[in-house]
């Protein structure tokens, strides 16, 4: 049986989740042949041969990068069992079945991939697949010589512009937490599954001897498993010295194990990459994140004491989100000192609410929701204020015309400072502690965090 497994985005980073269910299909004596469209083309005659073709939906723009590519796979082989996996497949099941999709599966999809091989090896139909696992999975060694090298990837861009060539792993899946707006949360619901330790190291291990200078916890919170992600850490700095790392913590767990975090230094920590979404408690409230604006304060200050960079996202618009609100999200992030930290396109984010997303059962949401866009994935809603949508596309457009022109953070961070005082028809020209900047760089990935873009023209002439 020959199966290919394409990812069309990943983040950046060399998918893990091609390498690890390719393992688990080439153990059972599958031939598998990945395909990694963000840095690659098309592997035209692994699709024509393909018996099976797995697509899998890390999230919004790798859905629909998916949907996009799919017309052109049914032509060149409309026999191919199409199976969609990832977070995003079975929240879309309905959808992707009218497009030609046979088997949807999401959460934990080594084992649940295996099944459909295994049931269309004994010539069944394997389309009544539409399964969700959070199953402990039997985890391989992923297997990534079939993948593009790690230089083919997002670097590293160090303080000193130098670059270092980054690997990816995860020690845990899914989340023991239920912020409302995470597209995790209606597929794990509240609950996480950790990686063994010893393939944890030998995934690491394997990347580091293919160039990895720097690896990517990719967990969507390193400490759901304090222990779990201790204990590795701990033979990660024995191992290998000389390897940095970053990882996800949410402020939360920042705040309730501190004092791991001189630890996480030692050990090598470059960057935590924190989902702050907002400074407004109500907001904070409605997408129940668990942290208050002072605890983003306090998590800010330890790091900033013991030496860990934060890199804070955000989703600063949201049904509820005020011009005074916007210009308060950014006063702050000038007063922490966390400007340069802050990837532009944070302060272009707009809500997304994706199918079965817990927001859609807050009632606070309900005056703002309107109908459901198939081709976007996801719910309509309008912010009664009209300044503040127009904002928005403002910000929106200042971050990607900032990105072309390969503006500092600095510069597009004070042009969107001033856009949000013309929205409000203020006469204030200065901008408040924008001076105390020393325009410091900070480590940071050469390609920026977004899970929920618009899929950008390269991306779909790459298809
Ligand atoms: S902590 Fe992060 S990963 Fe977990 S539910 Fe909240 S947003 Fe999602």
């Known amino acids: 049986m020959k199966v290919l497994l394409i990812s069309t985005y990943d983040l950046g980073h060399q998918p893990f989740s091609l390498a690890s269910p390719a393992a688990t299909l080439s153990n059972a ?6 395909n990694d469209l963000a840095v690659d083309t098309l592997n035209e005659s692994a699709a ?17 990068l998916s949907v996009a590519l799919l017309p052109k796979l049914k032509q060149l082989n409309s026999h191919a069992h199409i199976s969609f996996y990832g977070l995003y497949a079975p929240l879309n099941a309905d959808y992707l079945r009218t497009i030609g999709g046979d088997s949807f599966i999401g959460g934990e999809f080594e084992d649940g991939l295996l099944k459909v091989c295994n049931t269309l090896l004994n010539n069944n139909s394997a389309s009544k697949f539409n399964l969700i696992s959070t199953k402990k999975q039997n985890f391989i060694q992923p297997l990534r010589n079939g993948l593009p090298n790690l230089d083919k990837y997002a670097h590293l861009i160090m303080s000193d512009n130098s670059k270092k060539v980054v690997g990816y792993t995860e020690t845990s899946r899914g989340c023991k937490h239920k912020c409302r707006h995470c597209p995790i949360v209606p597929v794990y ?16 291990r394997q990347q580091i001897e293919k160039g990895a200078q720097h690896i990517s916890f990719g967990d969507p919170d390193f400490f759901n498993g304090p222990g779990h992600a201790t ?27 501190k004092d791991l975090l001189p630890m996480l230094k030692e050990a090598g920590c470059l960057f935590i990459t924190t989902a702050v979404e907002s400074v407004e408690e109500s907001i904070l409230d409605h997408l129940n994140k668990g942290h208050t604006r002072s605890d983003f304060v306090l998590a800010t200050r330890i790091a900033q004491e013991i030496g860990i960079t934060l890199s804070p996202t955000f989703v600063p618009f949201t049904p509820w989100t005020t011009t005074d609100g916007f210009i308060d999200l950014l006063n702050t992030i000038a007063e922490l000192n966390l400007i340069e930290n802050v990837a532009p396109i944070q302060l272009a984010i707009r809500l997304l609410i994706p199918n079965e997303s817990y927001l859609l059962k807050l009632p606070q949401i309900k005056p703002y929701l309107k109908e459901y866009d198939q081709e976007a994935l996801s719910y309509r809603w309008q912010n009664k204020n009209h300044s503040v949508e127009k904002l928005c596309s403002v910000v929106q457009n200042i971050v990607e015309t ?27 020209t200065s901008i408040p502690h924008i001076k105390e900047q020393s325009g410091f760089k900070i ?11 618009e899929p950008t023209k390269e991306q779909l002439a790459r298809l």
């Open 29 to 34: 004596g599958i031939s598998v042949t990945c």
């Open 48 to 64: 024509i041969n393909a018996d099976m073709i797995g697509l899998y939906l890390q999230m919004h723009t790798a859905t629909r």
């Open 189 to 204: 619901h509240g609950r996480f599954r950790v990686i063994p330790q010893d393939l944890v190291l030998a995934d690491i």
């Open 231 to 257: 204990d590795i850490l701990v033979k990660f700095r024995n191992e290998f010295p000389k390897i940095t790392f970053d990882a996800t913590i949410k402020i939360e767990h920042i705040l309730k194990h």
């Open 402 to 428: 900032g990105a072309q022109k390969k503006h500092s953070r600095i510069k597009i961070f004070k042009t969107i400072y001033r856009a949000a005082l013309e929205s409000k028809g203020s006469r204030q």
């Open 443 to 453: 480590p940071s990935m050469s390609e920026p965090w977004f899970c929920c873009a």
